[in-house]
């Protein structure tokens, strides 16, 4: 049974358009937003008016490009999260982002810049991304691996600076590895100072000791046991205390 004359139609159509939008991904990155639509045509081995079809104006080609980036990521955060712990999906996720940003400069400032578009389809897809990191960041969070004072917005703004980082860095392999040591600051370093004194002689880090009996301000010992009285005193008197009244004459 052959399929019918429409679906062809729509099949080549579906191929055409995805087509167009891969050429289009690679000329944006190679060439920037002034490339012509005509060209993109021409590298995508397909005539003008299929280009101008699909995508009437290069602000919508540019758009379309932009959200179908967008939900890849979102494919990958899925697969992120299906195939490893969480703490491991989070920052595998987060590298995979900022290594396939390589090269999208051009098409991100360009909507970034104009802001008069209607962009639905563009704020659905940056909606889905958002759900998408937030899931693996919280997931992380329970997890115990990554610190829990920073949100999705945190998270984001950190990316786009460790794609920052890595485009300005002459050597691939040196800016993975700048990339990895910034988004290190992400993980949750544990409770370092829970249930235990800091100790700390100069005094700065916490308020100087008191005399156990009288509150007086005890002077910090460089060596040895920390003094607990001001003098033979008050040490005397703790002892009586102790003794109680019973066994002291």
């Known amino acids: 049974m052959t399929a019918a004359p429409d679906e062809v139609g729509r099949a080549d ?28 045509a021409r590298q995508a081995g397909v005539g003008a008016g299929t280009v101008y079809r699909h995508f009437p104006t290069k602000e919508i080609l540019l758009e379309a490009v932009v959200v179908h980036q967008l939900d890849d990521l979102v494919d990958a955060a899925r697969r992120w999260a299906a195939r490893t712990d969480p703490v491991a999906a989070f920052f595998g996720f987060l590298l995979e982002v900022v290594d396939t940003s390589h090269g999208r400069k051009h ?29 693996l960041l919280r997931a992380a969070q329970q997890a115990g691996g990554v610190r829990t004072d920073v949100s999705a917005d945190d998270v984001s703004a950190l990316t786009v600076g460790c794609a920052t980082i890595r485009g300005a860095h002459r050597d691939r392999n040196g800016g993975t590895r ?6 290190e600051s992400l993980r949750n370093p544990g409770p370092v100072t829970e249930g235990r004194v800091f100790r700390d002689g100069s005094g700065t880090l916490h308020t100087a000791p008191r005399c156990e009996q009288c509150g007086a301000r005890l002077d910090a010992r460089p060596t040895g046991r920390p003094a607990r009285y001001c003098g033979a005193t008050c040490r005397q008197r703790a002892r009586r205390r102790r003794l109680g009244p019973a066994t002291v004459s």
Do not use: Y
């Open 107 to 135: 098409a991100c400032d360009a909507l970034t810049a104009e802001t008069s578009w209607p962009r639905p389809s563009l704020a659905a897809s940056g909606r889905r991304f958002r759900q998408a990191l937030d899931e």
């Open 13 to 40: 159509a579906r191929r055409n358009r995805t087509k167009v939008l891969a050429v289009a991904a690679r000329a944006f990155d190679e060439h920037g937003p002034d490339i012509s639509l005509g060209a993109i």
């Open 178 to 183: 700048m990339v990895r040591l910034t988004l």
